[in-house]
């Protein structure tokens, strides 16, 4: 199920670990699911396709103590170096098995797709599509097209950071423009519409917490605020208020912070644009201390730091 | 809150301990006149300044926000305010970005002694709110 090369990279670094994070199938075809190998007979139930989409460095900072070997595409390598600038992981002890990434699918425009009927087969061929046999029968879809949107404006197919490279590196021909052209984009609409757009996707949140349990760099874990009483920042009740000030808890704790692995986007069950507060902020960073989360280990968070004279602030008048 | 006058609007200062908070007091001991819209909160420094708290404001009923400390290389704490300098322009670059208008927030520097650039400061705030007019207005007035 997984190429030559893969196997032989985790095989090779399975018995300097405790524990080597990767993919196996899911509950059917469609779905991948995260796996720990621990011994190397193991490996044979491994997987890699497009079906994985999760992104497997959020286990690190729970796993800080322990030696382990994970597998990384381009977007989730950003994590990694994202946690060594903020010390949650230490380096040493994690083994980076690289994959070069042509991009993912959204399993959710698959499910749309099919229209949510169980899945019997999935099948990939060599054209770039993805084959989905269901009992009402077969479906043969472009992966383009049913490719997650972080995917379509990919900048780093290749992991930034590795110790082992499963495959040949991919080079992106995306810009940093074109990453960020739909904030740019929203930016031109009148303040009362953009008022009315976060309103209307803030009233559909559930409070489920998905985006927060997903999001990688969400490290507060039992202590978050959106849930303690003390200090009580939001209340149970599911008002329009506390859904929004929960969606700006997430954006503000991570500003600054955000590697944009989409992880928010791809569990929330009810496809609110989550990521777009953290990429507008992410931008402004871009613009203001030329800061990109998670591209260098040796970065610091810009606000995790400060200079004295801040030529790019300029100061406001009433 | 009741309303104490149907002319005036919300207004929440976040005022550091050293600086602005001590010159939010000299503005009052020598007397200037000021607007009464704003309702001061003090804090330890403007680096305790949490953007959320601009933020629950504004989500909660203020009208305008307006956070003061003491002016840069001036912290009692000696770096708090660069800290908050980055994380207030964060902010204010993003509250356009949800649909409140930047204006309604604003963040400044003012030292205990300037009683007047104090006054001066909540005046043309006050004013401009009263111009922008309130912010939930249209939520209060339906049933």
Request: charged residues 25%; hydrophobic residues 35%.
């Amino acid at each position: 199920m997984i190429s030559q090369k893969l196997q032989e990279a985790i095989a090779g670094v399975s018995d300097k670990v405790d524990v080597v994070i990767a993919y196996q199938q899911g509950f059917d075809k469609l779905h991948a699911t995260p796996c720990f190998v621990k011994k190397p007979e193991e490996i044979k139930n491994l997987i890699w396709n497009p079906l994985c989409v999760h992104n497997l460095t959020s286990y690190l900072p729970s796993l800080k103590k322990k030696k382990v070997a994970v597998l990384a595409k381009g977007c989730d390598s950003r994590t990694i170096a994202q946690f060594v600038q903020e010390g949650l992981i230490n380096r040493d002890n994690v083994t980076i098995i690289g994959i070069p990434c042509s991009g993912v699918i959204s399993v959710n425009k698959v499910l749309q797709a099919i229209n949510h009927e169980p899945v019997e087969d999935v099948s990939f061929d060599e054209k770039g599509n993805i084959t989905v046999k269901t009992s009402k029968g077969e479906k043969t879809m472009s992966l383009q097209d049913v490719s997650p949107d972080k995917c379509k404006t990919c900048r780093y197919p290749t992991p930034l950071i590795y110790d082992v490279l499963a495959g040949d590196p991919i080079v992106s021909d995306k810009s940093f423009d074109d990453a960020y052209a739909d904030i740019k984009d929203f930016e031109g609409k009148t303040l009362e519409e953009r008022l009315k757009y976060w309103e209307g996707e803030f009233d559909r949140c559930i409070r489920c917490y998905a985006c927060r349990n997903a999001c990688p760099m969400c490290v507060c874990q039992d202590s978050c605020i959106a849930e303690t009483r003390d200090p009580h920042w939001i209340s149970q009740r599911a008002t329009l208020s506390e859904k929004f000030m929960f969606h700006m808890i997430h954006a503000l704790h991570l500003a600054g912070r955000c590697v944009e692995c989409g992880e928010c986007e791809r569990v929330c069950p009810m496809n609110i644009p989550v990521n777009k507060l953290k990429r507008k902020i992410n931008l402004d960073m871009k613009e203001l201390y030329n800061y990109e989360p998670g591209v260098n280990p040796e970065d610091k968070p810009p606000m995790f730091t400060f200079n004295v004279d801040e030529v790019t602030i300029k100061e406001h008048k009433i | 809150m009741p309303e104490v006058a149907s002319q005036e609007l919300r207004i929440v200062g976040f005022l550091c301990n050293w600086c602005s908070y001590g010159g939010a007091d000299t503005a009052g001991v020598s007397r200037f006149k000021q607007p009464t819209d704003i309702r001061i909160i003090r804090v330890p420094c403007s680096g305790r300044v949490d953007p959320l708290f601009v933020v629950k404001a504004l989500l909660n009923g203020a009208d305008g926000v307006l956070v003061s400390g003491c002016h840069p290389r001036d912290c009692h704490y000696s770096d708090g305010n660069f800290y908050a300098r980055r994380r207030l322009e964060m902010l204010k670059r993003l509250l356009p970005f949800l649909g409140i208008d930047e204006k309604r927030f604003y963040y400044t520097w003012v030292s205990a002694s300037e009683g007047a650039r104090w006054q001066q400061t909540v005046t043309d705030f006050t004013k401009r709110i009263h111009e922008l007019g309130p912010l939930h207005a249209k939520k209060e007035v339906t049933p």
